[in-house]
């Protein structure tokens, strides 16, 4: 699926003002090709990632890798997926990736253990976000440990590798259990909410429903694998105009009674409306009128 939006001019990269904490769309772009990178970086996605894992074959593992540093030093910002702890290519992935200042975090493939993380973390500065992707059986039920691993800073589910692991299909009520456990975990580490694996296809009704079950299970961010899944993405995991609303007169209400505890629902209430309120400012979404 290609990234390119049929314009060949160069296009400036967009200034992301969405912490990587509440991003909502992930947008993985194959590193072998580099002609895509700056149509990703001006789109609407909350954050970018070039894939050095998956999407590479690994005779051109070392010349991806090269041309995403290449572009992080002319410029460009992204997320990097890297290869896994245990593969050929993790060490030089991250000897090459240190202190790149292109570089703003990396997501670190078939995370599996918390020590993965760690060694990942101090091996690249001991400063660099790392964003565990988990994919399989091991990796679930290691989840809460990754999540409280040093250097950890939001999980992330690979559904598609986690499905060939498992057997297990792709229907809600399957994949149930994984997306809660990486939602507990993400809690129990003190982590911002976990990111949903990608809808594959075109079918925009399909990613819209599939976005909204990433909401209902609590997670708070999703891979997309196409620039015109951001927008989808984006919409559906944000509050609506009509939470907004009800957000904002909640608060009104709250404040001009001085603030005062009523009883026991007032304060789910008050942390529900302070939540829908900071990300209602983030994103820029408008109460409903």
């Known amino acids: 699926m290609s990234l390119s939006t049929g314009n060949d001019a160069a296009k400036p990269a967009r200034t992301r003002?969405?912490?990587?904490?509440?991003?909502?769309s992930w947008l993985l772009v194959p590193a072998t090709k580099p002609e895509t990178f700056d149509d990703a970086a001006a789109s609407r996605a909350d954050a970018i990632v070039l894939d050095i894992e998956d999407a590479v074959d690994p005779m051109n593992?070392?010349?991806?890798?090269?041309?995403?540093?290449?572009?992080?030093?002319?410029?460009?910002?992204?997320?990097?997926?890297?290869?896994?702890?245990?593969s050929d290519f993790w060490a030089n992935d991250v000897a090459e990736l240190r202190n790149n200042p292109g570089l703003l975090g990396v997501m670190l493939a078939k995370t599996e253990n918390a020590e993965q993380v760690k060694e990942t973390y101090h091996r690249l500065d001991g400063k660099t976000r790392v964003l565990a992707l988990v994919e399989s059986a091991v990796g679930i039920e290691e989840a809460n440990n990754i999540a409280k691993a040093e250097g950890a800073f939001r999980l992330a589910f690979g559904s598609g590798d986690f499905r060939r692991d498992t057997g297990m299909s792709a229907d809600r009520e399957a994949m149930a259990y994984p997306r809660a456990k990486l939602v507990v975990a993400s809690r129990v580490g003190n982590l911002p909410g976990p990111i949903d694996g990608p809808t594959v296809g075109t079918n925009?009704?399909?990613?819209?429903?599939?976005?909204?079950?990433?909401?209902?299970?609590?997670?708070?961010?999703?891979?997309?694998?196409a620039i015109d899944q951001?927008?989808?993405?984006?919409?559906?995991?944000?509050?609506?105009?009509?939470?907004?609303?009800?957000?904002?007169?909640?608060?009104?209400?709250?404040?001009?009674?001085?603030?005062?505890?009523?009883?026991?629902s007032d304060l789910p209430r008050l942390g529900r409306a302070e939540k829908i309120m900071k990300l209602a400012i983030a994103y820029g979404v408008q109460p409903a009128h």
């Open 61 to 86: 593992k070392a010349s991806a890798r090269a041309g995403v540093i290449d572009w992080m030093n002319n410029g460009g910002k992204a997320w990097v997926r890297i290869n896994d702890v245990y």
């Open 17 to 24: 003002n969405i912490p990587a904490e509440i991003a909502r």
């Open 204 to 225: 925009h009704p399909v990613l819209r429903e599939q976005s909204a079950i990433t909401v209902s299970m609590g997670m708070t961010g999703k891979l997309a694998l």
């Open 230 to 264: 951001t927008t989808i993405i984006n919409e559906v995991i944000s509050p609506t105009p009509t939470d907004v609303a009800w957000a904002t007169d909640f608060m009104d209400d709250f404040n001009a009674r001085g603030g005062v505890i009523r009883d026991g």
